[in-house]
């Protein structure tokens, strides 16, 4: 019995956290990090949804409103709740609210039909929007009468997907360049490093700039140019690493068994340094947004009327006077992305550092 009773109270053993894994969980600037990206990443997945109105609807009549216009606490009748005036802008007068009239603003409302992932889902449903016919503009409108937020939530995805592909065109060229480099050694290390560094002399953005007006504007273009720009980065980087892990005891064993060339590279020598791959890879996300930004600010990037943050903060700038709206949203989102991977990268870091 008693036997018995010591195995059924004998629990199963459970499965530890990595080191590296609570390290990073009770950073409080990691946890901040992945709040940040994932609330973008929610807003890539139901933009349509998320958005009121579709990023190209335009009026004219409505150009350059301040955020919150014709907003007011309560209906015409004292009723409780958020409800909308129509306004206009004329050159003249400048903006005008009918306060004669009030519509509510309400959740789950139907509007425009809309199509999103390839088409898989199709609805009208949209998360807020006003009961009545006005426009509820909640971050304003630029300078064709386009919903501002609307523009900010469609072009989330076009930073993440250019620092997405950027990101893997660097790691899918870099990362093997780069090992096979300080693997072999000899001739083909110096002949790969000194085109390296032939690179490396440009700065990531000149490099950019160079490529895109080479290979002409546009989104595609933009991620193959910010790609090929990272490239460098990678090679130096995973080099490095390489070099460090070739002469362990694990690679010789592996050797003296007759795994020799590039088995042992993709087998053992690179699995063995991808810590250093996935932190550079999280800050090059970053980088690779900022580098689009700015391209598509220099008008290089993406073309008009596509909602790309870049683009949206060099419009913006010419109205800066008349609506300093239109281009301040856009250049906080890019800094809040921009800061969310880069204190995830920061983390990481910190997190698999073998010294920690």
Do not use: C
């Amino acid at each position: 019995m008693t036997n018995a009773a010591t195995e059924t109270t004998k629990k199963a053993p459970q499965r530890r956290r990595p080191r590296w894994l609570k390290r990073l969980l009770r950073n409080p600037l990691a946890v901040l990090g992945f709040l940040i990206i994932g609330f973008f990443l929610v807003v890539v997945a139901a933009a349509p949804f998320l958005s009121p109105y579709p990023p190209a609807d335009q009026s004219l009549r409505t150009t350059y409103l301040p955020p919150g216009t014709g907003v007011s606490w309560g209906g015409p009748e004292g009723q409780f709740g958020l409800w909308v005036s129509p306004a206009t802008r004329s050159p003249i007068g400048g903006v005008k609210v009918d306060e004669s009239e009030a519509y509510p603003v309400k959740f789950f409302v139907r509007g425009e039909p809309y199509e999103w992932a390839g088409g898989l889902i199709k609805s009208d449903l949209r998360l807020f929007g006003v009961d009545g016919p006005v426009r509820y503009h909640l971050l304003g409108t630029d300078e064709q009468g386009r919903d501002v937020l609307s523009r900010l939530i469609h072009g989330a995805w076009i930073s993440l997907f250019i620092g997405l592909i950027s990101v893997g065109i660097g790691v899918g060229i870099g990362v093997p360049v780069g090992a096979i480099s300080g693997f072999l050694g000899g001739a083909t290390d110096m002949v790969v490093q000194r085109l390296v560094d032939i690179m490396l002399a440009f700065p990531g953005i000149l490099l950019a700039i160079v490529l895109v007006a080479t290979f002409g504007t546009g989104l595609g273009n933009v991620m193959i140019a910010v790609g090929i720009a990272s490239i460098p980065v990678y090679a130096r980087l995973v080099r490095g690493s390489v070099l460090s892990v070739k002469n362990r005891e694990y690679v010789e064993a592996a050797r003296a068994m007759g795994k020799r060339g590039m088995p042992t590279l993709f087998r053992h020598v690179i699995p063995n340094s991808l810590a250093p791959i996935i932190v550079q890879s999280s800050l090059q996300m970053a980088i690779a947004i900022l580098f689009a930004a700015g391209l598509g600010f220099l008008g290089l990037g993406a073309r008009p009327p596509q909602p790309e943050w870049g683009l949206m903060l060099a419009r913006g700038r010419e109205y800066l006077a008349v609506a300093p709206h239109v281009a301040t949203f856009p250049g906080l989102a890019i800094v809040l992305v921009v800061l969310g991977f880069n204190l995830v990268g920061d983390a990481l870091r910190d997190a698999l550092d073998p010294r920690g």
